[in-house]
Structure formats: C-alpha cells, structure tokens
C-alpha cells in the first residue's frame, strides 16, 4: 500500500492524499461504509458503486468468522469474491467487541476470550489467530489486535490496557510479517493508538504506534461515550504525532461534524454504522441539516429528499413517499434511507477533499459544521 499527500489546508491541519491499494485507489479524506457481516445493511454493491461512490467498505472480523466462517471465505476466495465487491476492503480485528461485548468476554495477555453472541460457545481471539483470521478474510487493510476500553475509564486500567495492547501489536506484526496473503494481491497492517482520554497516555501510545514504521496507522477508544471537545484534544494530540507521510485513520467517527472538525485535525480516513443505523429509524442527514422524516410535517412534503446532493435515489424518492414507507415498516424505506444517506457521508467528504485542494477549507467547514447540525 501507497499513501501520497497531494494537498494540505493552509489554514488548518486539513489533507488530501491518495492511498493506493492493490484492489484500487481511495481519494482522502474518506468515509467508509460499514459492512460488518459481509454486507452494508440494505444496500446493493450496485448502489455502493453508482450511486453512493463508495472507494472502500468495512468488513468485521468477529462477526464474519462466527458467520459465514473462515471455511467458506477461503473457498470463495476471500471476501472480495464472496460479496462481489471488487474495491479496497478493510477489516476491524475485533477489537471494539472487547469493549462492546464486555459482560461476556474475559481479556488475558494470552487474548480474550469470548462468548458467541449467536449460540454462546466460546471463541478465543489472540494476537495470532486474529492475523491469520484477517488474511483468509482478505482484506486489503487489517487492523492489529486491541482493546477498545469504555469512557470513563480509570487512569490506571487505561494504562495497564494501553501496555497491553502495544504488547499484543508486536505480536501481531511478528506474525503478519511471517504470513503470506492467500488470494495473490497484497495486504497491509495497521497499528491502533489506544490510552483513553489521557493526553500522556495517548502520547505515549502514538509515539510507540509510530515506531512500527507501518504504512499507516489507527486511532482508537474514541467516539465512545466521551465529549466531542475530548475527542478532538486526543485527536490533535496523536495527529501531530503521526507520521506525515502515512494514513491516519479515526475508528467508529461519526456524524457530520466530527468528520468535519477531525479531518481539520488531520484525519483521513473514517467509518461509523451511523449513516446506516439512523437511516433505518427515519433519521436523514442532508445538505441542509438534519431531518427526521417521522415527523407529520413532511408527510405533504413532495419535494426530493435532497435535490441538491444528487444521485438518483435523493433526487428520485419525495419525502412524504419515504416517510410513509417509514411509517408502514415497509423494507425500501431502509434501503432508500440508508442509500440516501450514505450518498451524503461520501459527498461530504469529497466536498471536503476539493475545498482543501482549493486552499479554503476552513471556512467552508466553520459554516458547513454549523449548517448540518441544524434541525429542520
């Protein structure tokens, strides 16, 4: 994998890079749909590509290895061939189940042990089996092992699981670098900066990632219960600490707002379900602000969703017609949302992307952040 920075904003920490990968090129900032079990909720890889222009989609690695199975992915070929996308893929490693899965997972040094949310049979998850699991799964980007740690979280726990996990990265380096890929394109590795909301130790773990010397690398544990300001202070802390030259990529972030003011801080890339997952309960995130089409007032509403995003679904589709899909369960109502607003996620950035290009991106920002928080 090839990062190269093509444009940084003169006012703000801002970039445009291109990472280029074997399965194709992602133009950063990026936001990445996820697709935890193979599949992003309720939308074709048709859309993903025509409508939506995703460059890279998620996959998980917990949850595809309880479903389909590491067996069924390498018959296929890897996930690639098993869901027919042709374009980057990266895979969490699991490391955000150690925090979301806490009553029913024990960590040791050794890794973490857990119990199957399907049919609660025990799964261990180490730093090597995670690897090896990562490569039959065939993502293009793979994530080390970690842990995720709640907010709050006590100094001293935040300590002892950052150390932890930078321990748990060597190992997963030292067998990643002793692995070959299995379906003949190549993958990369990247490390998590962990340490909780703590300025040291998030120092700390950004100088240790750093070391690695990988082509890119994560920033974790955030985005979980914290306040935004926080979030932003640990991301300005460990933005100027990673390298220049490599990806950066924030973990589970967010809404329109915090991709905005992260990728002011120097973020590349980011992925959250929260497109998707508001979408299914009626809520739009659109060019104007935010809409939560349940309500009453858009039931004579004929207008297209969003006319000035574009893409045949947002221009196509009125809002009375979704909101009464919405209101009658109906399955398009999810499709149509959750492509709507995945078609926002992916203009949003590249709308970031062409205004750091231009030199002005902190002012569109200033007003763009202040517009799409808006309720309508």
Known sequence: MQFNLVATDPQSKARAGVVQTDHGAIETPIFMPVGTAGTVK????????????????????????????????????????????????????????????????????EGVKFKSHIDGSTLNFTPENVMDTQRTIGADIIMAFDECTPYPCDYTYAKQSMERTHRWLQRCVDRFDSTEPKYGYNQTLFPIVQGSTYKDLRIQSAETIASFGREGNAIGGLSVGEPAEMMYEMTEVVCDILPKDKPRYLMGVGTPANILENIALGVD????????????????????????????????????????????????????????????????????????????????????????????????????VKKLMTRL
């Open 42 to 109: 309720a939308v074709h890889q048709r859309e993903l590509k025509e409508d939506i222009k995703a460059e890279i989609i998620l996959g998980n690695t917990y949850h595809l290895y309880l479903r389909p199975g590491l067996d069924i992915l390498e018959q296929a070929g890897g996930l690639h061939k098993f869901n027919g996308w042709d374009r980057p893929i990266l895979t969490d490693s699991g490391g955000y189940q150690v925090f979301s899965l806490a009553g029913t997972r024990k960590i040791k040094e």
């Open 269 to 368: 890339m980011f992925d959250c379900v929260l497109p998707t997952r508001n979408a299914r309960n009626g809520m739009l995130f659109t060019t104007q602000g935010i809409v939560n089409i349940k309500n009453k007032k858009w039931a004579d509403d004929f207008s297209p969703i969003d006319a000035e995003l574009g893409g045949y679904v947002s221009t196509f589709y009125t809002k009375a017609y979704l909101r009464h899909l919405i209101h009658s369960t109906e399955y398009l109502a999810g499709q149509i949302a959750s492509v709507h607003n995945l078609t926002f996620f992916l203009w949003l950035v590249k709308q970031a992307r062409q205004q750091i290009l231009n030199g002005t991106f902190r002012d569109w920002k200033d007003m763009m």
